[in-house]
């Protein structure tokens, strides 16, 4: 209808030329529109390849923390391992301590009783030279 008025009209040459303008306009919409719509497919594009690289990035991660994980808790058995092991050894080595003390304090006693005795040896013997040497005066 607003055509037919528009063709009925006596500028009909300008009416063509609005409406060629018009026409171009919105040609020139449209084409943005797509330019617009096809920037956004590339973003959309773009955006999915990070979220896959992300995702595999993220996969990785877990795969790599799971190994750790158990690596983490293999060492800690070996800690307490050897732990045990130095506890051991620790009391091992106390129990040896004990008996070199023992043994150093029966050692004093003995050299002790060693040498009250050779003390004794020695008296007994000057006695003995001293009761010699009397008898032959």
Do not use: P, W
């Not at 009909?12 to 030329?17: A, D, H, I, K, M």
């Not at 800690?76 to 004990?98: D, F, I, P, W």
């Not at 001293?130 to 005066?137: L, N, P, R, T, Y």
Request: charged share 40%; with cysteine.
């Amino acid at each position: 209808m607003f055509l037919m008025v528009l063709v009925h009209c006596a500028h009909s040459e300008e009416v063509f030329t609005y409406v060629f303008i018009q026409v171009r306009e919105l040609e020139a919409e449209v084409e943005a529109e797509q330019r617009r719509g096809v920037d956004a497919v590339k973003g959309v594009r773009k955006y999915e390849r990070r979220v896959k690289e992300l995702t595999y990035q993220t996969e990785e991660d877990k795969k790599n923390l799971t190994r750790l994980q158990d690596l983490v808790d293999k060492l800690q058995l070996k800690v307490k391992a050897y732990k045990r092991q130095a506890e051991e050894a620790e009391e091992q080595a106390n129990g040896h301590l004990s008996k070199l003390r023992k043994a150093q304090h029966d050692l004093e006693e003995a050299e002790e009783r060693a040498d009250i005795a050779e003390s004794q040896v020695n008296k007994l013997r000057a006695k003995s030279r001293d009761a010699g040497k009397a008898k032959e005066e």
